[in-house]
């Protein structure tokens, strides 16, 4: 029975639907812990006169107070891989940066009572002027957030391939626009949560939290903690209630309260309120892009300029700035354009520290690249969809190497789009909307949108940051890699421990459904531990669940260690029948040889290991255990050129939508939406739906509601659920298709591309599209809220 | 208005789960703390303290409330179903494996919440009276699955009863 491929009810679901999950909050794994609460900044930036913390002690059943100053006796700053980094703490020493940074920890015998002793604290603030700008930030800096980067600026570079300024010298048609995406987050349902444990006998950390990687930050908190990377034990709960990338920045919350462990002598957790998450955990970077595109009459898509303005928050933070190289190797999205310019800023002001949201870096850039598409179709008097068709990179181009180095493995970008035109009724919707008299407020739109999808991230893209001189003097960094172990022990039970830290992404079923073909035994036989351990769990720096890895890296690492305990458990069969184990295969569990089955099975050879080792021949070790690391092809290092694969495969998608606009009330109406996805071969088609599902909620709620807001105090202004909106059932369309092509991705075992974050990535753009067609008005702005579309109207009626 | 001392313990009875519990406690407590840290109930999840994200979501004398938005002393003698509470009846069955086959859950956090409230409006459906997929599911955040699973599993549910959920 092949399992790998079907559609698979998930064997997560009995126990978090009977409210059996384990998740941080439910956590209780060392006797004696305190609770802690966070006095966080009022002010956007202040330099800190006075912290008094006398009158906490007077409070019953505190433990102790610790403030920034104190930090520093225990903590480093925390590394981060630009070439002027900044003094970055988990907490404010002498002076804030944004509203909610971590001003004072109290420890207490409840989070109550903690509360109650955060409001004898009294700080004493010397309000400084507030840079929340991006381009004022950087171009005309009223105040430099940090001494030694004057101009607020974290990060510049400027790469340029081919010969863009020639290309866009002659090209007929120029677009030029500027595009603005907005600040916002991924808002899952569980916050951030931790628990540290200081052992001062040994001088060494345990910190549980819902954290899921990139493990390279494990490297990162242990230099911040001042100690060598063993003595960092990080560990996850069986659980973790959604993150879409959110949760990677709980890190410097980790050694905040590790630190704290340690200062104060006991056990803490930290369960963050929602408040304090929607101010101070992390968010998206906004983003300001100015893009220049040149096209010949005939609709030749030449050459492309783009300089991009990413808003990174108060401290340059680590994997910062990589929003801004995330998506470097696929830039020029799904067009064979051979000449680009780009210049690249990371620029701090007074918010929260940016970091991973799911689309990590995608719709930044999809968001200007394909409105752009639609506004030259305009200008160059083509349908949209023809103007993508004609600069489509053809089947017959890969492996395509993008100008910017990018290495795309297979696809079929122009069946996709059919099939997703035709899915949607394009070209009669068009018609359609082509006779209507504009009559009333309501006016129809059809927009779309088409995506390259990278996934399994490169490590040495964020390196990409530093110049090809800076990084001649660093060693190389490279790669994409995923740990696996596949055990079975002396009666035959099978257990798999993953490195993936999932967060609902289903990934035991889908380890159960591979290691289950591969041994032939039932699903029902097989143990997948999701918890990671740094410890115990074999892992490396690019371990964890972001960069939609699991299906390209995970479950090839997964399929790898199976095929070594089937190479193992088949020679010792060849052995004890005497024949070669070229001619022996398994089958429900049993050896199979060329005169059919044998006595032989997966569980007794397993148990010929553990009970019998003195039997074993030459060549075949005691017990089985067999641990594969995966790595995924061409993921090399940044050439000196700048050429960088920065995701080890790509997945395509196209998106149509249509809706209706109400030009008195700026309300949009999603009527239809189709999404046609090519991500390979599909390993579990149920849950590969359930991720494009919720991806796509995510991209419909950043095209239409959701943006952090703050005023020009920096003081946020969408701090509760209430004001900053994600969508509710209700605002999820109904006449809802998702289609897929099935191209392999031709360099890994298992076929399977990256999925989940592709509509992030588009739905902006389509919506955006659609919306524009509408009104005949060109959007270069997110989230499209009602009001956003009446001042658009207005603004074209004053034109009129 | 009955006032309380600062650091004052006051006597609560609570039957949750068909079980009594006594409890001096706090008069501060929120109820979903008390659920949550007194009882050790923890499939009751805690998501934003402010009524909006559903996700801790109990029955409260046969009516779905949100425990985070009261005070455990203001329930008191009060009859309270929690998740673990609800899988203990035999037709729950039926509810888990919809929103199993129908992928209804990923990271699983706000599902208890949301299951409480199917749950609640399917007993309360009858054929004439179907399920409203989205006035149930209005009160519930989910980001994982963009509610086309929920709203598939609440379909097939009521099609199991002998209806059509209104769509």
Not at chain 1, 688 to 711: H, K, M, T, W
Not at chain 1, 746 to 752: E, F, N, S, T, W
Not at chain 2, 80 to 96: H, N, P
């Amino acid at each position: 029975m092949a399992w790998i491929g079907q559609s698979i009810p998930r064997f997560e679901d009995g126990r978090l639907i009977n409210g059996h999950g384990q998740y941080i909050a439910d956590l209780t794994p060392v006797p004696g812990i305190q609770h802690v609460a966070i006095l966080r900044s009022p002010h956007a930036h202040a330099r800190i006169r006075r912290i008094d913390t006398s009158r906490v002690g007077t409070v019953a059943g505190v433990t102790g107070v610790i403030t920034g100053r104190d930090l520093l006796a225990v903590l480093a700053p925390f590394p981060v891989g630009v070439p002027r980094p900044v003094t970055y703490y988990p907490m404010a020493i002498d002076r804030v940066r944004y509203v909610g940074e971590p001003v004072a920890v109290v420890v207490a015998n409840s989070r109550y009572v903690a509360e109650d002793a955060l409001d004898v604290i009294e700080v004493d603030y010397e309000a400084l002027p507030v840079v929340s700008d991006i381009e004022a930030a950087c171009q005309r800096p009223p105040v430099a957030l940090h001494e030694n980067v004057p101009d607020n600026v974290a990060n510049h570079r400027e790469f340029t391939y081919g010969d863009p300024k020639s290309a866009l010298h002659h090209a007929d048609v120029l677009i030029r626009e500027r595009f603005v995406y907005p600040r916002n987050t991924a808002v899952p349902i569980e916050t951030y949560g931790v628990i540290a444990h200081y052992e001062q006998s040994t001088d060494d950390y345990t910190v549980w939290a819902n954290f899921h990687g990139p493990f390279t930050l494990h490297s990162v908190m242990a230099h911040a903690l001042k100690v060598s990377t063993q003595k960092l034990r990080i560990k996850t709960p069986q659980d973790i209630g959604g993150s879409y990338g959110v949760k990677s920045a709980v890190y410097p919350y980790m050694v905040l309260l590790a630190a704290t462990s340690r200062l104060l002598g006991c056990s803490v957790k930290w369960i963050e309120d929602r408040l304090e998450h929607m101010k101070a955990s992390s968010s998206a970077s906004a983003r300001i892009s100015y893009v220049t595109a040149g096209f010949s009459r005939d609709g030749r898509f030449q050459a492309l300029d783009i300089k991009q303005y990413d808003d990174v928050g108060a401290y340059i933070r680590a994997p910062e700035p990589a929003t801004l190289y995330r998506v470097h190797g696929n830039l020029t999205g799904a067009y064979d354009v051979r000449h680009v310019h780009l210049e690249n800023y990371a620029v701090m002001t007074n918010r929260v520290p940016t970091g991973l949201v799911r689309g990590y870096g995608g719709p930044q850039l999809y968001f200007p690249l394909e409105r752009m598409m639609d506004i030259a179709a305009r200008q160059l008097n083509m349908d949209p969809a023809e103007l993508r068709r004609a600069n489509f990179i053809k089947r017959d181009q890969f492996p395509y190497r993008t100008a910017s180095g990018g290495i795309y493995d297979s696809g079929d970008y122009t069946a996709v789009l059919d099939t997703a035109l035709q899915a949607s009724g394009y070209e009669a919707f068009r018609e359609t909307t082509r006779n209507l008299q504009d009559s009333g407020p309501m006016r129809l739109g059809i927009g779309l949108a088409a995506v390259v999808e990278p996934s399994g991230s490169n490590m040495g893209y964020v390196t990409i940051a530093y110049t090809p001189e800076e990084r001649a003097r660093q060693l190389p960094k490279s790669g994409a890699v995923s740990a696996a172990t596949v055990a079975i022990d002396a009666l035959g039970g099978i257990t798999v421990q993953i490195d993936s830290a999932p967060e609902g992404q289903g990934h035991v079923t889908v380890v159960r459904q591979i290691v289950a073909d591969v041994l032939t035994v039932p699903m029902e036989s097989i143990r997948v531990i999701a918890e990671m351990d740094t410890a115990i769990t074999p892992w490396t720096i690019s371990s964890g669940s972001y960069s939609s890895r699991f299906a390209a890296a995970g479950a090839n690492a997964v399929f790898s260690a199976a095929q070594k305990v089937k190479t193992k458990l088949l020679a010792l069969a060849a052995q004890q029948l005497g024949l070669d184990n070229k001619t022996l295969r398994f089958e429900e569990g049993r050896v199979w040889g060329v005169q059919g089955a044998t006595d032989l099975t997966v569980k007794r050879l397993a148990g010929l290991t553990h009970w019998n080792p003195a039997g074993l021949p030459a060549g075949i070790s005691p017990g089985v255990y067999e641990t594969s690391y995966f790595s995924l092809p061409n993921v090399d290092p940044p050439t000196a050129e700048d050429l960088i694969n920065s995701s080890a495969t790509y997945g395509f998608l196209v998106d149509v939508a249509k809706v209706a606009v109400n030009t008195e009330t700026g309300k949009i109406t999603v009527l239809d939406y189709v999404t046609v996805h090519d991500a390979g071969r599909l390993l579990n088609p149920l849950l590969a739906d359930g991720q494009i599902y919720g991806g796509l909620a995510f991209g419909l709620g950043s095209a239409l509601y959701e943006e952090l807001r703050y005023d020009e105090e920096g003081q946020l202004l969408t701090g509760s659920l209430m004001d900053y909106l994600v969508p509710t059932a209700s605002e999820i369309p109904e006449s809802l298709t998702v289609l897929h092509h099935h191209t392999r991705a031709p360099g890994i075992p298992l076929g399977a591309k990256g999925l989940g974050e592709g509509n992030v990535m588009s739905a902006g753009a389509a919506i955006a599209n659609a919306v524009s067609d509408a009104l005949g008005v060109e959007i270069c702005s997110l989230p499209l809220s009602p009001r956003a579309v009446t001042e658009s109207v207005m603004k074209k009626g004053g034109r009129g | 208005m009955t006032r309380y001392d600062k650091d004052q313990r006051v006597p609560v009875t609570l039957t949750v789960n068909g079980r009594e519990y006594r409890r001096w406690i706090e008069p501060r407590l929120l109820l979903s703390d008390f659920i949550r840290d007194e009882l050790g109930l923890t499939g009751t999840h805690v998501g934003c303290e402010h009524g909006v994200c559903g996700a801790c979501t109990i029955l409260l004398n046969g009516t779905p409330v949100r425990s985070c938005l009261k005070l455990a002393i203001d329930v008191g003698n009060g009859h309270i179903t929690t998740i673990e509470g609800l899988v203990k009846d035999d037709e729950f069955d039926a509810l888990r494996q919809a929103f199993s086959e129908n992928h209804a859950l990923q990271c699983g956090f706000c599902t208890p919440g949301i299951v409480v409230s199917v749950w609640d409006a399917l007993k309360h459906a009858s054929d004439s009276d179907l399920v409203d997929w989205e006035d149930v599911l209005s009160g519930h955040l989910c980001r994982c699955t963009g509610y086309v699973g929920i709203r598939q599993a609440i379909k097939a549910l009521q099609a199991k009863e002998g209806g059509e959920a209104k769509a």
